[in-house]
């Protein structure tokens, strides 16, 4: 009568086990669990609790995973450390009872568990999504850019002048859409003819301070609207005249451009410049009382080359 009785109560515990034990570690421990749960919780509260343990035996000790289902309805994952089965036994036995308390008193077994009572309650440690996509590190807050280009420009000297310009860029990242430029250019001579064997040769300097700002921009291209001002200096000597002297001339304008870049590969832009602006003062060079060479009322330029991205 003993033998049935004890195998009577072994089936009766067994059918009253509803916690599922995952993984190789601690299976043992699982009766532990139930009997430690039978003395936390009332009969009427335990047939409500179900759920599953995973322990996994690591170098620190065991990592315990308790996963609970009150009245049908899951509540949720909580995870916690102990130094032995026994202890993740136990301990997920207090946090399974816990899902049951009614916040009334002290729950019975929290204290020496270092649980807290809200256990079911508080939203639980975000998990890390892996499946979106990471954020894009953030753009420095300065690129520098510097360039080499080809120049011809119309209106400053009598006739087309052709050179080269150095610009140096800043570009501010805001949306990587403004930029600041710093550009300085210069033509080559070219003849101007006075009178029989006199001739002027003529070259042009500048220099431009503007700030541009991106409308279309995409991974590869952006167009730019450009807006500053322009220091022009012509100058000129005399070849075959009484008297051969150098002289400068100097005018300030504001200017409005344009410009297209195409990245490839990634750290070299391809660049067309267009550009007009318009002389505050036009003054001219002189010969003998014939004017020689003055700055048109619109002078347009156009740049081509390449920029290095850092």
């Known amino acids: 009568m003993l033998l049935a009785a004890g195998a009577f109560t072994q089936r009766a515990r067994a059918a009253d086990a509803r916690f599922t034990w995952r993984g190789p570690d601690c299976a043992s421990s699982a009766p532990l669990l139930e009997h430690r749960l039978s003395e936390l919780v009332e009969t009427r509260d335990r047939a409500r609790l179900a759920g599953s343990m995973a322990v996994t035996h690591g170098p620190a000790g065991y990592d315990v995973q308790v996963t609970i289902e009150l009245d049908g309805r899951p509540l949720g994952t909580r995870r916690f450390d102990a130094d032995s089965c026994g202890r993740a036994a136990e301990t997920a036995a207090v946090a399974a009872s816990l899902a049951v308390y009614d916040g009334e008193g002290e729950p019975r077994g929290a204290a020496e568990s270092g649980i807290s009572p809200d256990i079911w309650t508080r939203r639980p440690d975000p998990t890390p999504d892996f499946s979106r996509p990471r954020p894009a590190p953030k753009a420095p807050l300065l690129e520098a850019r510097l360039g080499l280009l080809g120049v011809v420009e119309i209106g400053a000297l009598p006739k087309p002048a052709w ?135 619109v002078v347009a330029a156009a740049r081509v080359g390449a920029v290095l991205r850092f």
Do not use: N
């Open 163 to 297: 050179g080269g310009a150095l610009e140096l860029e800043l570009e501010l990242g805001v949306g990587k859409r403004w930029s600041f430029a710093v550009i300085g250019s210069m033509t080559t001579e070219q003849e101007r003819p006075v009178r029989t064997q006199q001739l002027a040769h003529l070259s042009a300097l500048g220099g431009i301070a503007r700030a541009c700002v991106a409308p279309l921009l995409g991974a590869t291209y952006r167009f730019d609207g450009c807006a500053g001002a322009k220091l022009m200096q012509a100058h000129g000597r005399g070849d075959g005249l009484d008297v051969e002297r150098s002289a400068s001339l100097t005018w300030v304008a504001p200017m409005l451009g344009a410009g297209f870049s195409l990245r490839a590969p990634r750290y070299v832009e391809w660049r067309l410049e267009l550009e007009g602006s318009v002389p505050l003062s036009r003054p001219r060079f002189l010969v003998d009382g014939s004017e020689v060479s003055r700055a048109a009322a």
